[in-house]
């Protein structure tokens, strides 16, 4: 079965608004990783967060991590066009990292 | 320079075929995988290679077999394609087991006619 499942699954938003995508996880972890993937590309990594952290920030982009929740989110503020993508989190499990199904985002211009 | 490279990009072929997919990373990473992943986008390990050693074997037909001459390279050959093996296929890298993050390559998208 699958560690993380993200939520949307779809996110349709107008440029300039933030995005927000969750992830929720089963069983414990040690890190969170998200990654963005473009159509027909392979995946980007964008972030990761331990299981000690609570927060973290890079460029435009927020991760939150709620353990007791088993839940991540991912914030992209002041989208673009180029955030147009498919947008996975990424959970260690039995020495494995497992990829949730992905929320695809579609910026409007 | 790309990082992770796998080659060809595209794959068309028939059922019953056999076929290779080849990847070579240049990051210097100990690990190497391959991922398939479905028309949904669902991403699914299937191999994981250490230095050359079999770490990871998920539930996978025997008809895929991947190979390793060296921790920079990783291929994967199918045999006897069938339909349902249509998807992309990935090759991705990591230091470790990816706990700092993978990185992936382009993908190959294979069709079975």
């Known amino acids: 079965s699958q560690q993380g499942e993200e939520d949307p699954q779809a996110l349709s938003i107008q440029e300039g608004e933030n995005a927000t995508m969750n992830c929720s996880y089963k069983t414990s972890i040690n890190n969170l990783q998200w990654y963005r993937q473009n159509s027909g590309r392979g995946l980007v990594h964008l972030i990761l967060?331990?299981?000690?952290?609570r927060e973290k920030h890079s460029g435009r982009l927020r991760v939150t991590l709620d353990t007791s929740k088993k839940s991540s989110s991912l914030l992209i503020t002041a989208s673009r066009a180029a955030d147009t993508a498919s947008y996975f989190c990424?959970?260690?499990?039995?020495?494995?990292?497992?990829f949730g199904p992905g929320t695809s985002l579609s910026v409007i211009p | 320079d790309t990082a992770v490279s796998q080659t060809p990009k595209y794959l068309v072929t028939q059922m019953g075929n056999d076929k290779s997919i080849k990847c070579e990373q240049n990051?210097?990473?100990?690990?190497m995988y391959w991922y398939k992943q479905d028309s949904k986008k669902f991403l699914k390990i299937m191999f994981s290679?250490?230095?050359?050693?079999?770490?990871i074997n998920e539930t996978v037909p025997n008809r895929f077999s991947p190979k390793s001459p060296d921790k920079a390279h990783l291929n994967l050959h199918i045999n006897s394609l069938e339909l349902g093996d249509s998807a992309v296929y990935f090759c991705?890298?990591?230091?470790?087991?990816?706990?700092?993050?993978?990185?992936f390559g382009s993908g190959t998208r294979l069709t079975v006619v």
């Open positions: 991705a890298s990591s230091q470790d087991q990816g706990w700092d993050g993978y990185t």
């Open positions: 990051l210097g990473h100990d690990t």
């Open positions: 290679y250490n230095n050359k050693e079999l770490i």
């Open positions: 990424a959970t260690d499990r039995d020495d494995k990292v497992i």
């Open positions: 967060i331990r299981s000690n952290e």
